[in-house]
């Protein structure tokens, strides 16, 4: 049975600062404490960081020397992803048996239409509960949930009583909600468009409903629509299971600055490897590679090329990856990142084990 967007009852789960609380789950010793997960090291960034550092100002993406200049006292450990998989793996079989329309964002976010739910329940409140407190009883964890009618108010609403906590916003709510908020608060408007608009005056979510559709079209293109319907409280995007993935890449920072381009081709001849072994793995390819570099200015640049053909294998990837740099050299300052992304992914018809890459002259 169709429903409408506004009989639909979304829920939005967040684990609460997940790896950090998987750390201390793991060591009572570093419960209460400060906690970065990530490399102390100078060119280290934090992954995540717990409650106790957040209150310092710590937060995840943050240079490492940065956060420990907010929290001396903060305590960084290695990120253990294998772990954080096996316990995303149990999370995402507890929302199994609530409904099949499952969208995960990440190993700690998902999506959930529990509008027909697999067992009957009062209410998509009632579901939240539940799925949280099956959560903690199983993996000692504590999560945040959003309910909605839509997937937009449903992210916003599983922020609002963080940690440990769930907000529900009614059909009735939805529009004043947003009123208030201010437009970085919202989930699909990033620092830079934000700046935008505010530069076009729009500060909040009223300013936004008062803009014309003309004038979104005008600045922001084909992402109007969505931000004319996320102003009203609108927003009809469907959960969407297994939602294709658009991209597979990696990255390093380094320690030391990197000037030389031999050092460099070591460093996109192993990314690539990386990367293709994570194509193969899904039985995908791309057509589009792209290649990231910054600086050790934090300045970045990021080229990328489309090809008709889709890549081969690993050395076909480095070979794309390796004619994107070479404009780039020499360097004008000390590279401290370089990334390689597939794009445009489709189904690989003959997807053998990586082979070694050659050597390049």
């Known amino acids: 049975m169709t429903q409408s967007p506004a009989h639909r009852r979304i829920i939005h789960v967040d684990m ?45 993406a943050m240079p490492s020397v940065t956060a420990l200049r907010k929290c001396p006292d903060l305590v960084f450990v290695p990120p253990r992803f294998d772990v954080y998989r096996a316990v995303s793996a149990q999370i995402h079989d507890v929302f199994s048996r609530f ?6 964002l990440s190993l700690d976010e998902a999506y959930l239409d529990v509008t027909h739910p697999l067992q009957p329940y009062p209410s998509a409140t009632a579901i939240a509960q539940d ?37 529900v916003i009614t059909p009735r709510m939805g529009a004043d909600f947003v009123a208030t908020l201010p437009v970085e608060r919202f989930h699909g408007i990033g620092p830079a468009t934000a700046a935008r608009m505010h530069a076009l005056g729009i500060r909040t979510g009223l300013d936004l409903r008062q803009q014309p559709l003309s004038r979104l079209l005008r600045h922001f293109g084909k992402a109007a629509d969505f931000y004319y319907g996320i102003a009203r409280g609108i927003d009809e ?19 030391v600055d990197i000037h030389d381009w031999t050092a460099a081709q070591d460093v996109i001849m192993d990314l690539s490897t990386r990367v293709w072994n994570r194509c193969a793995a899904r039985s995908l390819t791309g057509i589009t590679v792209t290649i990231k570099v910054k600086y050790n200015d934090f300045r970045q640049i990021v080229r990328g090329r489309t090809a008709l053909e889709p890549v081969r294998d690993a ?33 690989g018809d003959v997807l053998a084990a990586p082979r070694q890459l050659a050597l390049f002259g």
């Open 315 to 347: 050395t076909d990837l480095a070979d794309r990856a390796l004619g994107l740099l070479a404009s780039c050299f020499p360097p004008p300052r000390g590279i401290r990142l370089l990334g390689v992304t597939v794009s445009g992914l489709r189904a």
């Open 237 to 255: 995007r469907p959960v969407e299971v297994n939602r294709p993935r658009r991209s597979i890449g990696a990255e390093r920072t380094f320690e």
């Open 99 to 104: 409904t099949p329309l499952i969208q995960p």
């Open 131 to 167: 799925i949280r407190a099956r959560i903690r009883a199983e993996t000692g964890l504590t999560a945040s949930a959003g309910i909605s009618y839509n997937k937009f108010l449903a992210k916003l609403a599983s922020d609002y009583r963080k940690p440990d906590g769930q907000f």
């Open 16 to 60: 609460d600062a997940f790896f950090a609380s998987v750390e201390q789950r793991d060591d009572p010793a570093l419960r209460g404490r400060p906690l970065a997960v990530g490399d102390v090291g100078r060119r280290g960034v934090v992954a995540a960081a717990s409650y106790e550092a957040r209150r310092f100002g710590v937060r995840s």
